[in-house]
């Protein structure tokens, strides 16, 4: 590989910047190249979870339940377009109900229900979260990009000011039980530029004002700091260092985008009810 001759850092901020321009170019061209970026990203962070789980003898209905997760991305996105009426969100129901007639038939199985839960477990904690952002995508009727570019870029900085802090000034254990090098000094310099760069977006996105701005970056800078504890102590369970190795210098999908995770759905509470 061209990129393993620099550094870890160089690795990362060239795959970064890579990555971060595919996923808002397709954010900004329009809503079916947003919706076929972010159901790869949904299906490949599924798939990812319940491979990592069956290293400790789960054995979830992996492609059934990715298969259930993409129903429930694609059906969102379609819905909240106005192309399908929302009774298509029954359709959901049987499809992912399939899972346990699936495993009555499994033979020899000793923990069926717990490999059931962990399905499920996939669903809930992976595409969930990423068909919600097809709610906030079209929170306003139609599909307006704002939204989406300055809640992903919020999480970018709220995650890029956070490691340089913590890098440069890093002294006081955040949690350190389930990652030890977080900072509280790190998360100040996180949320410092996260919230910089809501003030600038203020400025040029007029989706929402200056308030709702400061409230999204605070919800990310909060839930996405725990969604990101979250998915350390998913892996120190697994015992793994990171969930994949997709994306150079920064590992799996779920590495990248476990802050979005826990994000999201306190982002739409906001949005709807507050």
Wanted: no cysteine; proline share 3%; charged share 15%.
């Amino acid at each position: 590989m061209i990129l393993s001759k620099y550094n870890n850092l160089t690795q990362r901020i060239i795959t970064g910047l890579f990555g971060s321009f595919v996923v808002i170019s397709s954010i900004i061209w329009g809503p079916w190249s947003y919706f076929i970026v972010f159901l790869f990203i949904t299906v490949s962070s599924q798939l990812e979870f319940y491979k990592l789980i069956k290293i400790h003898g789960i054995v979830p209905l992996r492609y059934l339940g990715t298969l259930g997760g993409a129903l429930i991305f694609t059906l969102t996105f379609l819905i909240e377009q106005q192309i399908l009426h929302q009774n298509w969100y029954f359709a959901i129901f049987p499809v992912v109900s399939t899972i346990y007639f699936i495993k009555l038939y499994k033979k020899n199985e000793t923990r069926p229900f717990t490999n059931i839960a962990f399905t499920f477990l996939g669903i809930i904690y992976v595409a969930v979260p990423f068909a919600l952002i097809n709610i906030i995508a079209f929170i306003k009727g139609p599909y307006n990009h704002e939204a989406l570019v300055g809640m992903l870029f919020l999480l970018w900085a709220s995650d890029t000011g956070a490691y340089f802090a913590g890098t440069k000034f890093g002294k006081t254990k955040l949690f350190e039980r389930v990652s030890p090098k977080k900072s509280w000094e790190g998360s100040l310099g996180g949320a410092a530029l996260s919230f910089a760069f809501a003030y600038g977006f203020s400025l040029y996105f007029i989706e929402f004002s200056l308030i709702e701005w400061f409230a999204i970056s605070g919800i990310i800078i909060i839930a996405g700091t725990y969604g990101d504890l979250v998915e350390s102590l998913f892996k120190r369970s697994m015992e793994i260092k990171d969930s994949g190795k997709v994306i150079i210098g920064h590992g799996g999908f779920l590495d990248r985008f476990d802050g979005l995770l826990l994000s999201v759905p306190f982002i739409l509470m906001f949005l709807k009810i507050l």
